[in-house]
């Protein structure tokens, strides 16, 4: 099983829509999580940064973690053409940092 | 602050050629990160230096790619020689590590690497 796994399959959303990304893990030491967004031909860059189980928004952004299922989301509320980005999710712990492949999301106006 | 600078943006040379790719870190970060990134995959980690120290290079994919860090403002990661599976984004980032554990790290705009 690989340490992070994130389904890399693009996703297209209508202008307007939620968009729901998620990443699972399996490495227990894992303790901070991250979601970067990265734009082409730019380099990734922060989005979002948990350290505990549960929610935490920023204005349309929503991260959710949960520990017990080593399950994390990103939800993108009232998506916005300037949201067509690829989202990668991190975690680490341990001086362990590892990155999901990202999920490329296309919003259609 | 210009955050972290990559240079050159692109890089076009042929197989067995020497190749130095160029990073300037936050000022006042002191870790350092090279990655590599393809559609295959994804975002892999090549070196990390702490304090221009190399503490993780178990990414380095053989001996063709060496790194150094002779400051803390200043970075190369060298491919000797060169060769088409070698082509891809390289990056590189920084971050300030106080704790244990680095999370926020800052990246470059990248070097888009292609070896004919």
């Known amino acids: 099983q690989k340490e992070v796994e994130q389904d890399p399959g693009p996703l297209s959303v209508p202008e307007g829509a939620i968009v729901s990304l998620n990443c699972t893990y399996s490495?227990?030491?894992?303790?901070?999580f991250m979601w970067y967004r990265q734009y082409s031909r730019k380099g990734p860059e922060l989005l979002m940064y948990?350290?505990?189980?549960g929610n935490k928004e920023d204005g349309r952004f929503t991260a959710q973690v949960d520990k017990s299922s080593k399950y994390i989301s990103l939800f993108i509320r009232d998506s916005q053409p300037s949201d067509s980005a690829t989202y990668l999710c991190?975690?680490?712990?341990?001086?362990?940092?590892?990155f999901g492949k990202g999920n490329q999301v296309v919003v259609i106006p | 602050d210009a955050g972290v600078i990559q240079s050159p943006r692109h890089e076009v040379t042929e197989m067995g050629q020497e190749v130095t790719l160029r990073c300037k870190p936050i000022?006042?970060?002191?870790?350092l990160f090279w990655y590599r990134q393809t559609m295959m995959r994804g975002l892999e980690l090549l070196i990390y230096?702490?304090?221009?120290?190399?503490?993780?290079d178990s990414g380095m994919p053989e001996d063709r790619f060496s790194a150094k860090m002779p400051n803390a403002s200043f970075s190369t990661l060298k491919i000797q020689p060169s060769e088409p599976r070698d082509s891809a984004v390289y990056f590189c980032?920084?971050?300030?590590?106080?704790?244990?554990?680095?999370?926020?790290?800052?990246f470059g705009s990248g070097t888009q690497l292609s070896v004919l």
């Open positions: 980032a920084s971050s300030w590590t106080g704790g244990e554990t680095n999370e926020k790290l800052f």
């Open positions: 490495n227990s030491a894992f303790q901070y």
């Open positions: 948990t350290y505990s189980s």
């Open positions: 991190a975690m680490s712990g341990n001086n362990r940092l590892a």
């Open positions: 000022s006042g970060h002191n870790s």
């Open positions: 230096f702490n304090n221009n120290v190399p503490i993780d």
